[in-house]
């Protein structure tokens, strides 16, 4: 699975953001697709995930402000950054999974999947 991310940039605090990702490749393979961040000196972290079935989940510090949407149909993921902070500075990459389903499915026509795809990030900064 390939990802494209769009949709960085430079925002004052308090401002919103929406950035989107767009899958191609072995579609098939994704159970789930959701975004994660990187601060500089920081470990990689959840931001939000969204699965197939329409379950989503946020990390505590995104809850309110952040709200993420698929459209299955088009393997595309968004996310609305609203009311960010300077703490939200990072850089913030699209990520797809498989699960034991869709990598069983996936089998049955042939196609091979990874456990998780990862896009090439992009950066999102929030001025105070």
């Known amino acids: 699975v390939q990802l494209v991310e769009s949709g960085g940039g430079l925002v004052q605090a308090g401002g919103s953001l929406r950035l989107s990702c767009a899958a191609s490749?072995?579609?098939?393979?994704?159970?789930?697709m959701g975004w994660y961040r990187q601060a500089p000196g920081k470990e990689r972290e959840l931001v939000a995930s969204s699965t197939n079935a329409g379950s989503t989940y946020y990390a505590d510090s995104m809850k309110g402000r952040f709200t993420i949407s698929r459209d299955n149909a088009k393997n595309t993921v968004n996310l609305q950054m609203n009311s960010l902070k300077p703490e939200d500075t990072a850089v913030y990459y699209c990520?797809?999974?498989?699960?034991?389903?869709?990598?069983?499915?996936?089998?049955?026509?042939?196609?091979?999947?990874?456990?998780?795809?990862w896009g090439q990030g992009t950066q999102v900064t929030v001025s105070s």
């Open positions: 990520n797809a999974d498989a699960d034991i389903n869709t990598i069983v499915q996936a089998r049955l026509v042939g196609v091979g999947c990874g456990f998780h795809s």
């Open positions: 490749g072995d579609t098939i393979c994704i159970s789930a």
